[in-house]
């Protein structure tokens, strides 16, 4: 198999090298893709290698009307890469931002001669190495798989044998095309095995009897997981990189002596690969069944507007956008920071936070409240916002009766 790519049982959970590694990055500026979005892109991708273990030495932006069919960024740009890959020995490895063919990995590979990786694949790598159940772990495999089959053509190498050779192939049958059944038969094997997972999934949820669920969504590493932490008091896995949170976390909460429950779920980002939402829906079943949503946003980003409609994608997608719905901009202490003189006084920046506030909520259309998970700010008045939701949802569950809990 091409050295650019982690796929396969063998590899499932390790991810990129844990020695980090250097990686120069590549950028498509087109049609449908300005210079500044392109630059957003290219941070965000550098997040992700950090995450995956890779260190960021180069960038590199081309601007064409469309990507070439064969190196993808054009042979001048692909010489100028190369050029700057011989004269810096410690980069090993080529990140794309948007996704290759298998044809265009061979090309750009041989032409370079290191690792070539584009967003999906670095995104189903973070994936890999933070699985760590059952579930997870096949939908991993899953999406790695149904992102492979597309690509074996191209790729230098056939997938590695997962079965005998003797007698497993017909007469005049190609080594593609038996790569081929292998990657469908092990495409089929792990959807019965996720088809399994969710009963298992539904009889637990059934088990839960009728509390009212609530559920935590957002763009990845706004800081969902410290705020499950803060609400639930519990210790949910929590780290400043993408992805942390992979696996659905459920928590029963209890408010005012009225208990509920709380989930805390993968984060979403920008330009995610289709297969890789398809094979985790069954993740995002939480999201799905859940009552209310806290969509929590990262204020002090400065790209978070764009952020809020990436997630509100999937959740129409999800069928879930008109669930009521609290928006939570966490990390107002950074937005501060970032944003505020230290002259501007506690009324002015009072009024500024309001007017902002005012404007969020017109724009996205549901209540609106700033807080700072790691310094607590306004953490009180988010539960007796959050208690009025549920109570509401008590109401309208059990009209004709008073439910003391």
């Known amino acids: 198999m091409s050295k650019g790519w982690n796929v396969g049982n063998n590899d499932l959970g390790k991810g990129i090298q844990k020695k980090q590694e250097e990686a120069v990055l590549i950028g498509l500026v087109h049609r449908d893709q300005t210079e500044e979005q392109v630059?957003?892109?290219?941070?965000?991708?550098?997040?992700?290698?950090?995450?995956?273990?890779?260190?960021?030495?180069?960038?590199?932006?081309?601007?064409?009307?469309?990507?070439?069919?064969?190196?993808?960024?054009?042979?001048?740009?692909?010489?100028?890469?190369?050029?700057?890959?011989?004269?810096?020995?410690?980069?090993?490895?080529?990140?794309?931002?948007?996704?290759?063919?298998?044809?265009?990995?061979?090309?750009i590979e041989e032409a370079l001669k290191v690792k070539i990786i584009d967003r999906s694949s670095l995104i189903l790598d973070i994936f890999a190495s933070r699985a760590k159940t059952a579930q997870a772990k096949t939908q991993v495999e899953l999406a790695q798989m149904q992102y492979l089959l597309p690509r074996l053509r191209g790729l230098w190498t056939h997938l590695e044998r997962q079965r005998g050779g003797i007698g497993m192939r017909g007469p005049g049958e190609k080594e593609i095309e038996t790569d081929r059944r292998i990657v469908r038969d092990k495409i089929s094997l792990l959807k019965k095995k996720l088809e399994k997972i969710d009963q298992q999934n539904v009889t637990r949820r059934k088990s839960r009897g009728e509390l009212v669920r609530v559920a935590l969504v957002g763009y990845t590493n706004v800081g969902k997981s410290t705020l499950m932490n803060v609400l639930s008091k519990s210790e949910v896995f929590a780290e400043n990189k993408l992805f942390a949170t992979l696996d659905t976390t459920v928590r029963k909460v209890a408010y005012d002596r009225m208990p509920f429950l709380m989930s805390d779920t993968v984060g979403f980002i920008r330009k995610l690969p289709t297969h890789l939402i398809e094979s985790f829906k069954s993740t995002l079943d939480e999201v799905r069944e859940s009552d209310i949503l806290l969509h929590v946003v990262d204020i002090a980003h400065p790209q978070h507007e764009d952020h809020i409609r990436a997630v509100n994608e999937v959740l129409k997608d999800l069928e879930a956008l008109d669930k009521p719905t609290l928006f939570i901009f966490n990390k107002i202490d950074l937005f501060r920071e970032k944003n505020y003189d230290s002259f501007i006084d506690a009324e002015a920046r009072e009024e500024v936070e309001e007017g902002l506030k005012g404007n969020l909520k017109y724009q996205f259309g549901h209540e609106v409240i700033f807080v700072s998970a790691v310094t607590k700010e306004n953490i009180d008045l988010l539960r007796e916002k959050l208690t009025e939701m549920v109570k509401e949802q008590y109401k309208v569950r059990y009209p004709y009766q008073v439910k003391h809990w």
């Open 39 to 107: 630059q957003e892109y290219l941070d965000e991708l550098e997040f992700l290698a950090l995450t995956a273990g890779a260190k960021t030495v180069k960038r590199f932006i081309q601007k064409m009307p469309h990507p070439d069919p064969r190196t993808f960024i054009g042979k001048g740009k692909l010489e100028e890469v190369q050029d700057y890959i011989d004269r810096h020995e410690d980069v090993n490895m080529a990140i794309f931002d948007d996704d290759l063919s298998g044809k265009q990995v061979n090309i």
